[in-house]
């Protein structure tokens, strides 16, 4: 009995150190300590970006079904510039981990610079596109003109600024890769928490603020986001992070970019694989009708509530191993992995059941119009029906990403996405005439094959081997 109070109080003592950032250590000791210290942060992180994700899409939910639409067809279009952010993301937590593994933190402050200045390049190319040709980029995506009319704005707004998403994303992977995974959990904290205050005042209206609708709510992004972005270079010219920069440290590195670019190829493709795949899904389900559509980007933000946590996990699977490679521990590396997957799919199979037996429910929420709330429990519960997979497919993608192979990931995501997913979604979907039980039963069974490939591909161990 004595010892039970000691262990609440050893595991909240820890809680605590992991959200202050106060443990650095990663290379030795304990690797279950390790994996908390870190997950920790970066669950809670990715946790109140679905928490924003949720309240986003209850608010905009009032306005009308287009505007939900406008915001699936949007946001279909906007992980493209997220498949960016998360490629060249994925280069600086692994070069910046490799370089913090090998106690060289010159080397790692050389490479969050260059990071940030090929982020800056590729965001004000992309948002001076959609500020431009937002009506034009909808109607590509299959939206009505009615639809076009109500919701061109979000789109423009969302993707012309979407340099606070992409610099948010890069910023917060510097921070992990350095395993300063707390900074990039409060940089979220401050940029959502923001979002959920603003989102109400600029959809609705209040005060001298008028009402701008379902546009309302990409203002609210810019500015969270945008707020956030501002913490983020304060904590890195002036805060508490391993990585401290000054402005005369922004010169043009071409060796570091090389490198830099050379491994974030391999991210991007990787994630534009998935999601470009993800855009003809979209285009195939707008197929069926707003209502369907607005089911399904319903259900779709409910599972990023319990996606993004398991993603913060995958994350921490990443920062260990790029920092254990560094450090010439591979096997601590591996078991730091397997660790690590086994605890996610423990989570991820508890939120299937849930799902599985509540999906109805949970879908009304958010929208009682009756097919949307049948076809968003359907996709709830066909999708939840794989989350165990998802969640061993999310670390060992990551753990190759985390250790520099940026390649192997890339060939399977080709596999099962494009090969696969897709061709599969087109004839249950359409030829079959499945309709949008096609897509999901498409989506299911890719995210295993992907499971499955990435696990039989890491146990050959050429990870181990990739220099950075």
Known sequence: MSSQPFSIKKL?????IAVTGKEQEFTKGSIRKAIFMLSIPMILEMLMESIFALVDIAYVSQVSVNAVATIGLTESVITLVYAVAIGLSMAATAIVARRVGEKDLMGAQTAAVQAIL????????VGVIGFIY?????????AESDLIAEGYGYTKWLIGGNITILLLFLINAIFRGAGDASIAMWALVLSNGLNIILDPIFIFGWGPIPEYGVMGAAIATNIGRGTAVIFQLGILFFGWSKIRLALSNFVLNLKVMNNLIKVSIGGIVQFLIGTSSWVFLMRIMSEFGSEVLAGYTIAIRVM????????????????????????????RAEKS?????KYNAFFMGLVSIIYLLLAKQIVSMFNDTPAVVNNGALCLQIIAAGYIFYAYGMVVTNAFNGSGDTKTPTKINLISFWLYQLPLAYILALVLELGAVGVFIAITTAEVLLAILAIVWFKRGKWKTVEV
């Open 12 to 16: 909240f003592n820890y809680f605590w």
């Open 118 to 125: 090929l982020g800056v390049l590729v965001a004000v190319s």
């Open 134 to 142: 937002s009506k034009e980029i909808l109607g590509l995506m299959g």
């Open 304 to 331: 990023m509530f319990t996606l993004m946590p398991s993603w913060g996990m995958s994350n921490a699977a990443a920062t260990l191993v790029g920092q254990n490679l560094g450090a010439k521990q591979p096997s």
């Open 337 to 341: 992995v397997w660790l690590t997957g």
